[in-house]
């Protein structure tokens, strides 16, 4: 901005006035209006500010900050109530419920084949606290997007898809997209306003550490919460007691069943959990609990650490008649005649189920089973 003196100068120039600086024709008078009126802008404008009044451009003021005492008020009552809820028990001495494929829902987007029904967002709502998502690449198509009639015009991103993210509308993926990090956003945006929750998100992965990192660098607020067992030191002295992830705010663990994302603070499922084979079958009658992978048994043992234990209960086609047979007493049984048994006498951490409100006429649900877990553990 030019100084005072100089618009001065350009101002009495243009009226064919003597320059501001060298002598001055005999008999001239410089004019002191600019100066005053610069001098009383200055002084209101001062003034203004003074008295508060609002921030030129429509600029709202900045929202005050929550107070420290606020703030460690509201940690106090959620570590209170998880104190009551879990008591001392850590991580690994604890159930919670969770859904298969809970991307492939009626709410989330238009898909054809489903294994839930609510959106993530009522899933969580409704008690799951564990979530499976498919994370493929997708590169952006120009075609897919002329024949959609401009339905389908993405950016390349991470997206949930069941498959292949450009081969059947409604099964391998769906619209409209549903891309990672919102999901992801609309997890952390339920703990952020659920202090007291813990959530888990397991990973069927299909793209790079890089291409994860860059999605997962997008959602607002992730650092906050993410658990990194590395800080903690997992493997020599376990896992956390449900009060101290409370306390702490470390809420969300996230696997992948890809390696080499831990610097991401994503851990491979593999290196931390045991986990049952997943499908019970075409017909839901493969109820015998094995180990998804040969090297590493359901009661595998390590010094001075326990793997989290995830169970999958679902078929290999998810329907709504088949969740009403199998999320029951059938469930219940499994857990109690053959998983447990198989882990060395522990019930799993992790139960995953297709439709995870439907069950049959037992009286037994996946929450209630849930529940019964927790409260013998």
Known sequence: MPSMNMHMSLRGTRHGAAPRFGPRPVGTTP???????????????????????????????????????????????????????????????????????????????????VSQSESIRHQ??????????????????????????????????????????????????????????????TVVDFLAANPQEVATIFLEDYVSAQQLGSSLGRVRGLDQLLFRPDAWNVRQQGWPRMTDLVGSGKRLLIFSDAPDREHLGVMYDKAWTVSNFWSLGDLGNDV??????????????????????TMSHHRNVPTLINAALDNGAKLRDRINQQCRPAAGGRDPNFVSVDFHRTSDSSGHTPASIVTELNARN
């Open 124 to 185: 969580l709502e409704n008690g799951v606290r564990s979530l499976s998502l498919d994370i493929h690449w997708y590169e952006r198509s120009t075609w897919l997007c002329v024949i959609s009639f401009g339905s389908d015009c993405y950016p390349s991103d991470v997206y949930l898809c069941h498959g292949e993210c450009k081969t059947f509308a409604g099964v391998t993926y769906a619209l409209p997209r549903q891309s990672f990090h919102s999901s992801m956003q």
């Open 288 to 309: 015998s609990c094995v180990s998804r992978w040969a090297d590493v048994p359901l009661d595998r043992q390590e010094t001075g650490f326990r793997r989290l234990f």
């Open 31 to 113: 004019s002191r209006r600019p100066v005053r009126l610069s001098f009383a802008l200055l002084l209101l404008l001062s003034l203004l500010s003074l008295l508060g009044a609002p921030s030129p451009a429509g600029a709202a003021p900045p929202p005050p900050a929550r107070s420290v005492a606020t703030a460690a008020t509201a940690n106090d009552s959620a570590v209170a109530q998880a104190q009551a809820r879990w008591g001392d028990r850590r991580l690994d001495q604890v159930s919670f419920l969770g859904t298969h494929n809970a991307f492939t829902n009626y709410e989330d987007s238009r898909w054809s084949s």
